[in-house]
């Protein structure tokens, strides 16, 4: 695997001026598809869906206002419903959080009835188990792979043997005690690096230092030890480090977003090597727990100041570095490249422990935060992935910073508000309010969508050969990149498919992800290659149209010369398959609006909102008509038509 290009992501952490962010969202060539132009591809995923539940809508939320504003007092919307919507917090201390949930409308609850919750590590397999489709939380069962440092370090080591050592190099050589002593012991005495010793599970700089005796060592632990980099990129003499916010959305397809703002921490010591300074936290660690217990530790008390003090914003980091002549877009890249391999690394152990406890593959998400130290020659250096970044905000910059990316959070994922009508009205809205009707139309009468460039290497997907299940990541998919605002896709993106490739179709052929969904028991020959979910979603990207059928495959256009430039061509190695007689015609089941969310969400750096008017959040429409599976295992039984005074009857009584 080359070195990532400098341009391999259309956007990068960090906000610039509007001339330059102008220039920069076009400075790949590798064009994201917009919403507009997602929305052509939702619509014929919403249409192939025959779910029996029933959608909800969701809470748009907004950032809370710095305290002591006017705004902060007040909520930003409140539900049209009786009962509030509730969250869960359990085994989290962060004032921030609290307010987030009650400024946009909910209530806090110690039941079950809750929306979203927001719970510290070591969750119960129970509590993923009982867990309704429409409720999220904010841990992945099986993330300790990614967050304890021997665990990581374990996924690196395979992942260096498969690809090469070259490309999982940003991880400093480390040893897992005492596990591995004797091997370190010989690397010890045979180099004269210097090496940190770091616990497993620790965070906020607790138990680590700087080795200078093997007496030191504990022997009755289990920690990590790491060579240390002796050569950090320094700002005024400073070392530091930069806190980088990740959220991911699932594993199994893995789908993660970078934000666009995030942290850069100080350490408060001007960095120096000497004998005498080498047990100097000051100088060496970067963490804010241990710095602000310096006597030369500077806060940050002007949000419009954030290159003031120990603790900067990302923007202002770019700006200092391009001023100094360093390559930022060079240097965000590999930093990208980085996170992307290590989510990789671990998305077979996390999707395994996910499917094993039963857990839903739409409930979970995880906002990681990512501490990433850049070293003289622009070499990011990956130094843990803390599970629950600290959300406290002891400064304007912080509260600024975490709120938005709180409110950013909860929009990608979709925090599902109590609200739910009847299934009458809902068939009544499916009926006369049918979004896609009102798309402007050709001189056909056909639909005018966007054009997405097309990655010819990758196979359309069939839509009525995948389960519900399937169909319903995909909806909820789009949304979320409709929605993603102030994140930018991380993975997938157009280029990242085709980059790591190697590994994910690797990973497909040998069964460590979950294939064989564009396979169906109605069809007599495979429709398609066996795809990944990953595959799948990638196709409905950057592939061509999905298909509703394999009957719009049409084997004649692959005839040289063929006029027909619409028809898909039928995969290489696949037979044709005779027409199946039609169903009953498919409707609609739910509302593009509560799926793609609204569009124009401001900027964190724009001006605090005061108190809004209540959002009129559009419901979804659901079809009550039976699943593809249930139409499946009903085969050729006929079927039963309802009376309509009965269905009248059953909707009356919802």
């Not at 969701?58 to 919307?77: C, D, H, W």
């Not at 129970?126 to 904010?138: D, L």
Request: hydrophobic content about 35%; aromatic content about 8%.
């Amino acid at each position: 695997m080359q070195q990532p290009s400098r341009d391999l992501w259309q956007k990068l952490p960090g906000y610039t001026s509007d001339e330059e962010e102008d220039t920069s969202s076009e400075r790949s060539g590798r064009s994201e598809p917009t919403a507009s132009q997602l929305e052509g591809r939702l619509t014929e995923v919403l249409s192939s869906m025959s779910s029996r539940g029933m959608d909800r809508p969701m809470i748009q939320f907004r950032p809370v206002p710095p305290p002591g504003s006017k705004a902060s007092s007040q909520t930003a919307g409140k539900s049209r419903s009786s009962t509030l919507p509730a969250f869960l917090l359990n085994g989290a201390d962060a004032p921030l959080l609290q307010e987030t949930f009650a400024y946009n409308g909910m209530t806090q609850t110690i039941g079950n009835d809750y929306a979203i919750q927001w719970s510290g590590p070591n969750i119960k397999d129970a509590v993923y188990q009982n867990m309704t489709e429409w409720q999220r939380i904010n841990h992945f069962p099986g993330s300790t792979e990614l967050t304890r440092k021997d665990r990581l370090w374990l996924h690196f080591a395979e992942m260096a043997r498969s690809y090469g050592k070259r490309c999982f190099d940003f991880v400093p050589e480390t040893y897992v005690l005492p596990e591995q002593f004797d091997e370190f012991l010989k690397c010890y005495q045979r180099t004269r690096c210097t090496w940190i010793v770091k616990p497993n599970s620790s965070s906020r700089g607790r138990g680590i230092f700087i080795l200078q005796d093997l007496a030191e060592l504990p022997i009755d632990e289990n920690v990590v030890v790491s060579r240390y980099v002796m050569n950090p990129l320094l700002i005024q003499d400073l070392k530091f480090d930069l806190r980088v916010y990740v959220l991911v959305t699932s594993f199994d397809p893995l789908k993660a977003f970078i934000y666009r703002e995030g942290l850069t921490r100080f350490a408060s010591a001007p960095y120096s090597t000497e004998p005498e300074h080498m047990q100097d936290a000051f100088r060496h660690l970067t963490n804010y727990s241990i710095n602000k217990n310096s006597c030369t530790f500077v806060e940050n008390s002007d949000l419009r100041c954030d290159n003031v003090g120990h603790k900067w914003s990302l923007s202002a980091l770019n700006k200092h570095l391009r001023c100094v002549g360093v390559d930022v877009d060079l240097m965000w890249t590999r930093i990208m490249d980085l996170i992307v391999k290590t989510l990789l690394s671990v998305e077979p152990a996390i999707s395994a422990r996910t499917r094993q406890v039963s857990a839903g593959r739409e409930n979970c998400f995880e906002l990681y935060g990512f501490d990433v130290l850049v070293d003289d020659e622009l070499k990011p250096w990956l130094l843990e992935v803390n599970l629950s970044p600290s959300m406290q905000a002891d400064s304007p910059l912080d509260w600024q910073i975490k709120s938005s990316l709180l409110a950013d959070t909860f929009n990608i994922v979709g925090v599902c508000s109590s609200e739910r009508t009847s299934p009458k009205v809902e068939r009544a809205r499916n009926l006369y309010t049918q979004p896609w009707k009102q798309v402007p139309k050709d001189a056909k009468g056909e639909c005018m969508q966007e054009d997405i460039p097309v990655d010819e290497n990758l196979p359309p997907v069939v839509l009525n050969a995948l389960p519900d299940s399937a169909l319903r990541m995909i909806a909820k998919s789009i949304g979320e990149r409709a929605r993603c605002h102030n994140f930018v896709p991380l993975y997938p993106t157009r280029a990242a498919v085709k980059r790591y490739g190697v590994i994910t179709e690797a990973r497909t052929q040998s069964g460590t992800q979950s294939g064989s969904l564009c396979r169906s028991p109605i069809f007599p020959t495979p429709i398609l290659p066996s795809l990944s979910l990953s595959q799948i979603w990638a196709s409905i990207l950057y592939g061509p149209p999905p298909l509703r059928s394999a009957t719009q495959i049409r084997p004649d256009s692959l005839e040289s010369g063929s006029e027909d430039k619409e028809a898909p061509r039928l995969p290489e190695g696949f037979q044709p398959i005779q027409p199946i007689p039609p169903s009953e015609p498919q409707r609609a089941v739910s509302d593009l609006e509560s799926l793609l969310g609204p569009t124009g969400t401001p900027s964190w750096k724009e001006t605090w909102p005061g108190p809004a008017a209540p959002a009129q959040l559009p419901a979804s429409v659901a079809d009550p008509g039976s699943s593809l599976e249930d139409r499946e295992a009903e085969g050729a039984q006929p079927q039963r038509k309802i009376p309509l005074n009965t269905l009248m009857l059953y909707f009356s009584m919802q």
